[in-house]
């Protein structure tokens, strides 16, 4: 599976096997160019699009990973999942430190940044003042490195801005994925929701919020995400997304 996915060269692939677990209806395995994933988003919707969509699979799925039981329905052409929960998994790293390892002036990041994640999905989260400095972003990952740890330097990062129920982010793989910027990161946005319920950015009366990613990269996406705030903590958070079918191949085992 691992040199299938090297060999295919997408974000993600992943491999639809007979299921092990009570209650999974597939077994699914998902794996960059460089490594296998707990769990990942979009390779989560866009499985699901393939299985209700072209090979016909009714009802609502879950999909036994190594980060769990992923539940995923349909609502029109929006496929929603469950996706791993999501909390603070590290202390705050200092402003400048980080301000400096993505080429911006301290100020323009608004709040120290965490990790955030569990089950194995990890995200080094920063906010930012507006767009435009995450448009801006050039990631050093040896700044980052000095400025946190050689772990959190080389995993995750998600920059992001927010205003008034939408997200604008740009998300740079781990660099044993082997993948670098990826347009639509449907596992980051537990982990979103996560940092802005720590940083009181959200309400009570906030149930839903737009996540927009890949827009510096010509290539732009739309999430969407439901949950419910309780004091500092997102909980019941679902993921939407969509999606199409681009092309199909065949392998040859000779």
């Not at 946190?148 to 801005?161: K, P």
């Amino acid at each position: 599976m691992q040199k299938l996915a090297r060999e295919m060269n997408l974000s993600e692939s992943t491999f639809v096997m007979r299921p092990q677990a009570e209650r999974a209806t597939h077994k699914v395995r998902i794996f960059t160019p460089g490594q296998e994933l707990p769990f990942a988003g979009h390779p989560t919707i866009g499985t699901a699009f393939v299985l209700q969509k072209i090979a016909g699979t009714r009802g609502e799925l879950a999909f036994e990973m190594e980060a769990g039981l992923i539940e995923v329905r349909a609502e029109g052409d929006v496929l929603w999942m469950t996706p791993p929960p999501a909390e603070a998994l590290s202390a705050a790293f200092d402003r400048a430190g980080i301000a400096q390892a993505i080429g911006l002036p301290t100020s323009s990041v608004m709040m120290p940044p965490q990790i955030f994640g569990g089950r194995g999905v990890e995200f080094l989260c920063v906010l930012l003042d507006t767009e435009q400095n995450v448009d801006w972003v050039m990631l050093d990952r040896r700044d980052l490195v000095k400025a946190t740890s050689e772990e959190a330097g080389e995993g995750n990062v998600l920059v992001m801005s927010y205003q008034g129920g939408k997200a604008y982010t740009r998300m740079f793989a781990a660099t044993a994925n082997g993948v670098g910027e990826d347009a639509a990161t449907g596992s980051s946005v537990a982990p979103l929701c996560a940092a802005l319920g720590w940083w009181r950015l959200l309400d009570q009366s906030r149930t839903s919020l737009e996540v927009r990613q890949g827009v510096a990269m010509g290539r732009p996406s739309e999430l969407y995400a439901r949950f419910a705030v309780e004091g500092t903590y997102v909980q019941q958070v679902t993921v939407g997304g969509s999606a199409v079918a681009i092309y199909d191949s065949v392998v040859d085992f000779g």
